[in-house]
């Protein structure tokens, strides 16, 4: 799961052609302006995928001898190039799994668009990509799309994509409201006691001097928060797949699906209808003199009617039968289920680091406490969801540390960063070693994360709070047996790493790269495929 700041990325391999460097050092050397790139990075959560992938390109122009100029739109929201940077650019690189905000101000270039991960992993062949669009005058036409559904109109991306990519845009916006609903409620818990959601409301009982009326205000601040988390999530996956026409049903059958118990499967549901109703309103023919009031009445109002009757009347009884059938087997998880499903989480929280899997596990989780009154097995798998998904940067950081001789000098520096981003529970900050070494660094963080997950199971460990890492162990049940999962994890995947390197040809002393490793990473890169 993703919080601030990010490691620097890794370095490229191999990806960089001697044609390339040879035209940068000719263009130097005749005093040419060194060709110029704008780029934009964003991620479901803006934060550490957004970042890494800046600093990624930026390191990789650097090294192509290339000027890279990034704009970053990240959850604390964005700063927007100047037009003059953009007008003077030779070409555009758009790294992105949401949608690119303002994207026509980029319109009429030479333009690379790929997912976020993609800038992190192959930078300086993105850099080659779009020089070589430009030196064959390709350029994108017109106002750019600026939707997921309308940016994943090429054939060859299937509707499996396209749906991540609707769900993600909804994620994105709904793990602000987890985050700090979560972490306001688990603060009035921490000051006012576990009676403190029977605590009148604050507006009628206020005593400034004592603790019980502060945690009372802060319990109720993050329940009324809370109840944004479902219009949210169906608002913004209407709008991820027809743009702000999509806000308004959205948001009406999130709301809806609060009204009938429907709960967070049911806010899924409305905004994926919503969204698909606004698309097919959008596709009838109208006069043109109605044209005007389409998107501010017509739209609204249709969408709103018939997204609202089908959650009311068709399908909301059995999606809210579904929420609470799935509400009863969680409550009713003991002994060896608990454990494995909590070894099943973990697995999925260390698969991709951040990516779609690890974002349905920390999804699955926050959904269960996303209520005033969670039960105690959503908590537990709370609990489980972020003590795994500390445990690959938190290792990463342990192994070079250990055994610093098994890593590159940049995968060391890497991994001093690693110890903050672990703490604070950003499973992002062990992708620098992931993409350098895939083939051992998952299947080892995986093992990890499945030990550690099952370990917070059996342990009962507890947690309102969606997020906060090590900073909020105060707030956790158990907290003495929940630190030792983490360490457990974190020593088995440490072990792992450190033996499967250890087995390697090694390279000479000071490159880190074992022979062995160097034409794995040539079979990834021209992704052909590789034995384990």
């Known amino acids: 799961m993703g919080g601030g700041g990010a490691p620097p990325p890794p370095p490229a391999t191999g990806t960089t052609t001697d044609t390339t460097s040879d035209t940068t050092a000719d263009a130097g050397a005749s005093g040419e302006r060194p060709f110029r790139i704008v780029a934009v990075t964003s991620c479901p959560t803006g934060i ?43 070409g555009v690189i758009f790294a992105h799994d949401v949608p690119v905000r303002d994207k026509d101000r980029f319109a009429g270039k030479p ?38 559904v309308e940016r994943s109109g090429d054939s060859a991306e299937g509707y499996g994509t396209k749906l991540r990519k609707w769900l993600m845009s909804g994620v994105s916006y709904m793990v602000p409201f987890v985050a700090a609903g979560g972490l306001l409620i688990a603060l009035g818990f921490a000051i006012g006691g576990y009676k403190i959601n029977k605590a009148p409301s604050v507006m009628d009982h206020f005593m400034w001097l004592q603790a019980d009326s502060w945690g009372a205000l802060f319990f109720q601040i993050g329940v009324v928060s809370f109840g944004f988390l479902v219009p949210v999530l169906a608002g913004y996956i209407a709008y991820g797949m027809a743009d702000r026409p999509g806000l308004v049903p959205g948001f009406v059958g999130g709301a809806i699906s609060l009204t009938i118990n429907a709960g967070f499967l049911g806010g899924l549901a409305a905004g994926l209808i919503a969204g698909g109703v606004v698309i097919g309103i959008q596709k009838v023919k109208i006069p043109a003199s109605l044209r005007g009031i389409m998107p501010v009445v017509v739209i609204p109002l249709i969408s709103a009617a018939i997204v609202g009757f089908l959650m009311f009347v068709v399908i909301g009884k059995p999606i809210a039968s579904a929420q609470k059938g799935m509400t009863d087997w969680l409550n009713g998880l003991t002994g060896t289920n608990a454990v494995l499903l909590g ?190």
């Open 48 to 90: 550490a995928h957004t970042y890494m992938a800046a600093e990624s390109l930026e390191n990789a122009g650097r090294e192509a001898g290339v000027e890279v100029v990034v704009e970053t739109q990240g959850s604390a929201g964005f700063t927007r190039l100047d037009p003059a940077v953009i007008a003077a650019a030779d």
């Open 111 to 148: 333009t690379v668009d790929v997912g976020v991960k993609a800038g992190i992993n192959k930078p300086a062949e993105l850099i080659t990509e779009v020089r070589g669009k430009a030196a064959r005058g390709e350029v994108s036409a017109g106002s750019a799309p600026g939707t997921p």
């Open 343 to 532: 070894a099943l989480l973990g697995l999925m929280m260390c698969f991709d680091l951040g990516g779609p899997v690890n974002k349905v596990a920390y999804t699955f989780a926050t959904a269960g406490i996303a209520v005033a009154s969670p039960s105690d097995s959503a908590m537990k798998i709370m609990a489980a969801v972020m003590a795994a998904g500390m445990v690959p940067p938190l290792a990463m950081a342990l192994a070079t540390t250990v055994r610093g001789r098994l890593f590159t000098q940049t995968e060391r520096e890497n991994g001093k960063a690693a110890w903050v981003l672990g703490a604070s529970f950003i499973s992002e900050g062990a992708i620098p070693f992931a993409a350098a070494d895939p083939l051992r660094v998952i299947p080892s963080a995986m093992v990890g994360g499945a030990v550690t997950g099952s370990l917070s199971m059996a342990f009962g460990a507890t947690l309102r709070a969606p997020h906060g890492g090590i900073f909020v162990v105060p707030l956790i049940g158990n907290p003495f047996l929940y630190l030792i999962a983490i360490a457990a994890g974190v020593c088995v995947t440490t072990a792992l790493v450190v033996v499967l390197k250890g087995m390697r040809k090694q390279a000479p002393e000071g490159t880190g790269v074992g022979v062995a490793d160097t034409a794995i990473a040539a079979k990834v890169d021209s992704k052909e495929p590789v034995a384990a």
